[in-house]
């Protein structure tokens, strides 16, 4: 930040961007905040942003304070494992939950093409803007959706860290 103008331009982008992310919260929509040295030196906007995100994905970092600055004050050995990632493995990156929880996982590359071929696929399935604002695209739930959905997945416990 070179001069007042700014300061005052960064204040007013990270105040929008931090309403953005509480009506997107209130309606139940995953934020997904992406960037390079996302930390409180930006503002306190940033510090509260990062509040609105329950979840956390850090890749590879060459400095314990990017780590920190993503990972906050979970476990030290999850800030270790971030800076342990080696430049070898593309896509890894420690991943943290709300619930305190972190576990190491991967990524992987999904081209273009498949991802329009996706896009399409699925299209009919998108409800309109109308539909969601009016709140007239909802699905029935029955007991036994329920039931599955609250099952716990036997996958999961063996994802988690090692």
């Known amino acids: 930040m070179a001069d007042?103008?700014?300061?005052?331009e960064i204040a007013k982008t990270s105040t929008a961007l931090l309403r953005v992310a509480q009506l997107g919260r209130a309606f139940g929509i995953y934020l997904f905040c992406c960037g390079q040295r996302i930390g409180s030196d930006l503002g306190p906007g940033v510090t509260a942003l990062r509040a609105q995100c329950s979840g956390r994905i850090c890749h590879r970092v060459n400095?314990?304070?990017?780590?920190?600055?993503?990972?906050?004050?979970l476990d030290p050995a999850a800030l270790v494992s971030a800076r342990a990632i080696a430049s070898e493995t593309p896509g890894v990156a420690i991943v943290a939950?709300?619930?305190?929880?972190?576990?190491?996982a991967r990524s992987f590359y999904v081209s273009e093409r498949a991802a329009e071929d996706a896009t399409h696929?699925?299209?009919?399935l998108t409800p309109s803007w109308a539909e969601i604002t009016a709140g007239t695209h909802c699905a029935e739930v029955t007991d036994a959706d329920l039931a599955e959905f609250l099952t716990p997945d036997p996958v999961l416990p063996e994802l988690r860290k090692s």
């Open 97 to 104: 939950g709300q619930d305190g929880q972190w576990y190491r």
């Open 4 to 8: 007042k103008s700014e300061k005052d």
């Open 63 to 73: 400095d314990p304070e990017t780590a920190t600055m993503t990972l906050g004050d």
């Open 121 to 124: 696929t699925y299209a009919g």
